[in-house]
């Protein structure tokens, strides 16, 4: 089939899943075990997430820039007056309740879901020629797993002790001793938590057992391991990340509970003096001690540096898709990439206490785990640079997820190379705890993984709708969000170096010392600059803390920037631009020839794998791209004869 | 494995060798702890048996490489994960008052 | 649609999905038990470097972990032999091994209970000084008198305490503000009820909101005038220019009331076990619902009450000198300290004793029936404990190391013996007060780290245990359908049960020897 001619029509007219509409509305949208659609889901739930976590947020950061006036109208009609204090504020509670349902919504419920759940139910399956994922009820298994645990995550704010309030990570002894006072302990945010992330890691249990299993032996005729488009490769990788690194902190959160519900004391050490957060007594806690913190802290982080790489593996992947369709060139080193990510996905595992330097350990763990978070940094590179210099001498097409995707490359490089000073020790115990890690780490995951993330959905929209998204709109989404992110995460960098902690609630008010080291002279340019910030009175000398302002107000301008987005996405699903084939972009992989809106089992006729996922500008060949389902005159269909054709990527 | 009746049978026998030895095994695990509590012996006998049951009674005498590797892969990272946070316990920073200036 | 390889292997891989399936979900469970394992690690080898804490060994029942083990070996030679009788198309044999493995598992599970069971009834108490005693039988009610101001955070309150008054409820009266000499002013009596007090948090919240509200307006309209001054240029006075920052906040939940005093109309006096209060300190009490209770207390209960010994631990004892162990000094025996101290009339315990009979029949009963002298055998064991003490000491003093106190203070009281060979048969009770508690519990996590791990490991294996059985004995009662239509499809569905059910059988092959025997 001819990828120029149309056949969305064909697929629109339901003549080859008719035994699939005959469905009820619940089997078919609600439990369905269509890879699709539980893509579907998994993607809604994870962008209502995403934007939860966004509203929180915007009200940590109007306490940071503006810790002495009332909340406004607009984000306070969505909280519960009982947590603002009597002039209207934002307490230091709610701040520390808000920063650690931020970090964790975003990250387990928000990119993850999105990345992995949605990216990879919705593409892989289609990229390998699949007619679904191996096993189709563990996959709507892994979806409502999910949901509960999303579901009891955000019921934790409607209980009257508040959701949990001890940073994403919920270190020992903080996270069991917070909210200890509540009369049924069950009945706590905190507890809610660990129950919720037990649901959650059993649902990526279920699901990385799914993607490997549907990689592994699903794969079409033809498709051997080194046709494998990059996306299948990182989303293989990715699901050995989950599958491995989950498990100890699965084990973390059931012996949270128990030191919370059963008083054992994993994580409690021996005479832990409680000193009376809150309204707790001071006075010794009744248990017995002799456990460890930092034993969490190990199992803690065993599993949430692999768990970085899985928020920002799908991201590449996604950008590794959409940049050589729009530079019509193969990708640039193919191999070195998947070799690559075969190298990350392993070196994941074994780098973790480069965020316990400052835990008490001595030089030979230190010196061990530094040599190793440098040594992952080569392959980290390694896939940027083999995705920029695949730009040289392309013939670049500025469609809107091209612009994702380029925009993608330098801001997860910035982050990527400001992660490195923090891989050394010494560098480390400066910078530790600081804003410079979070501007680290959000350079990668927002305007980093979020933009892969909305490159891709503008990249397979039409697939799933057979309509195209408007690009006007699409622009009037990304000019906005591209400078809003740098103006909020960039001033994080510089107040980070000189000593802002991560987690005051009152932007540094409290702390003159280090808030009010001067940035720009009275009447230097920049500080003129600055002065058109609201909240920065003009002709004043910019101290660091006024850069609160900026990052505040750059939020609220991200905050419009996403409306083109929202309505974008929903117009376009009902009157956008009908796609004009079932290959709009040209592309060369297996998803490309499953109509537009596949039906259940995906392919109308059995797709087979000639070439590499890649070739764009073959030479001698008529069009600009040979797509891997396309015969052509050189196609081969390798792997049929030989059994073990390659290697396989475990990693 | 072929799957031929008599190979089936034969393969039985077998299963109820092993069944036997891992018997004998924890007999002999209880009487060692009772002679001399060594921690080494214990979990040395442990292993064998362990592997016993993974080599024959879970195949993985004969299995696919895409298994082994995928099981070499986690063995190494657990073994990672029990060895590398017993290093940073035995480990400690430096107290400045053992420092000999 | 038809998922491809679901019941013959795909040619390049070898293998059919649910096969790799398994072991990818097996890999994770390595990985679950993985971490558990290198926490026991971690806690036992942590566990050793700390002063006032031991590993606890041998102090699970052998016998039943070798049973257990037995019996998972043993099913799971019938998994495999369930396994190969499918392959030999013998359904209805398949059926009878399928039903013994569950059976064992069963077994398995009532095993685990019976021990569960064991170790919630017994207790351990670690006194102040760090020694540790083991037994049966608890009292830990406690009685405080003469209680007479409440506390309440509104916010929490759930009047549970109200179920501990002993006798009739006393109504209560509100401490409305105190006057210029410093007396409360009190409301009229109320009945004490959650209701209630939400009554008047709504009340009072009213006139709050009202006062609020009015202030609001005043500086409102202040703030206006001053403003239309302003815009006249004319003088405003002070007032008006305080009003003109002012912030128009609306009613907040955190205006309203926050904590209500109250005043009994007479003394009363609770009753609970300890472990139910949040906190008690000399003079007050408090619940877990931030109620706080005040008064001229006196503690009723003399303290904790333990009524058989089985086990002594004197290693972790802080003292360096061993003659002031208060375990060997003060408990061991029946007599009570605080009673005998009453009997020379040095305190009030007596009268406490008198007051609520507490434990004294059941104590005078037992020292009625006794064969042996009480004082007497506290003095035997004193004389062991001090003197295998000595004798570590002195052992390790000739050869120049560490004391090594390793079992020989961990002693179980029926073995005790003397000097002269004469085996103690002691199950004495023991009174230990309150001050003295550091920590008591029944042998559930919270009595240490060793069974916080051994009940986290187990349950969690037992658990395994139990989904495992569940499945395997689905495959037994409605596997026949499958087998009829697609004998190769069950088989492979057995096998994937099988590889699970020997990854249990084989995490427990390591249970085993770390809980039971090291
Ligand atoms: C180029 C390789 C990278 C290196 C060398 C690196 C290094 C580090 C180091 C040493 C820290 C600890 C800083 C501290 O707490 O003091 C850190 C924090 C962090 N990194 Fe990276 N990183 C790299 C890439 C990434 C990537 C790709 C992500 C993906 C999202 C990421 C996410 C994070 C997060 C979330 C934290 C902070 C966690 C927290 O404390 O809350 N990093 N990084
Ligand atoms: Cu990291």
Redesign the pocket.
Known sequence: MGSGTSTAESANEHDHDDHHHDLPFIKKYLFSTDHKIIGYQYGITALIFLFIGFYLMMVMRWSIASPEKPLPGILAAFLNDAWLNDEGRVTGDLYNMFGAMH?TIMVFLGIVPLAFGAFGNFVTPLQIGAPDMAFPRLNMASYWFYFLGGVTMFASFFIPSGAAEA???MYSPIATTAQLDEPNLWYTGQTFWLIGMILLISSSLLGAVNFITTIINLRCRGMTWMRLPFFVWAMLVTGFLLLLAFPPLEVAALMQLMDRLVGASFFIPTGLNFTGAGSVDAGLLDVAGGGSPLLYQHLFWFL?HPE??V??LPAIAIVGEIIPANIRKPMWGYKSMVYAVMVLGFLAFIVWA??M??TGMGNVVSTFFQAT??I??IP??ILLTCLFISLWGGSIRFTVPMLWALAFLPM?GF???T??P??FNFI?LH???TYY?IG??HY??AP??IFGLFAGIYHWFPKATGRMMNSKLGHMHFWPSLVAMNGIFLPMMIQGMSGFHRRWYDGGLNYEQIAGQVLFEKDSIFAKLLSNVPGIESGKTIEMIDLNHVMTFSVWILLIGQFPFIFNFIYSIFKGKKAESDNPWKATTIEWLAPNKPGHGNFLSEPIAYRGPYEYSVPGHEKDYSPQFERGPDGIILGEEDPMAESEGSE | MADTPEQILKDMKKYWLIGWILLGCTVLTVVVAWVTPSITIGLGIATVKAGLVAVIFMHLSDEKSLIYKVLIYTVFFAIGLMFLTLLALYDPIIAPSSRSY | MEIPYEVKPRPDTGLWNAKVGIWLFLASEVMLFGGLFSAYLFLRLGANGEADYFWPEGVLSVGFGFVNTLILILSSVFVVVAWLQLKLKNFEKFRFWMILVVLCAAIFLVNKGFEYAAKFKHYGIKLSDNSIVEGHGIDDTIRYEGIKEVTIDVARFNGEFLKYVHGEKPKFREILSTDAEGKPVLGDPIELSEREVRNIEDRRNDDLRKEHLAENDLMRSLKAKAMARQRLGQPISKEQESALDYNIIRWLPAMGVKQLSLVAEKEFLIQINRKKLRKSFPDSVKFRDQTSLKGTISKLTPGLYLEAIDRIDLRATDSENPETSSLVWKYLGRESPLKSQSEDGSSEGDKDHAAIGYNEVEQKAKDDSAPHDPQNEAEKAKKIFLGLREDVLAKAKAKDKEAEFGKTLNHSVLKWKDEDGEVLDSHAPILVPWDDVKLYSNFTPKWNTYYAIYFTLTGLHGLHVLLGALVLLYFAVFGKKLFDKDPEHMANRVEVGGLFWHFVDLVWIFLFPILYLM
């Open positions: 970090g940073g994403w990570t949430a970085v790489y928020l920002i480069h965020h330097y400052l978070t440098v992952i940094s980290s590179v997860f982050g990527g190379l992660g490195l923090l891989a480390d910078l530790h705890d890690v680290h780490f990668i995951v980093g993984t």
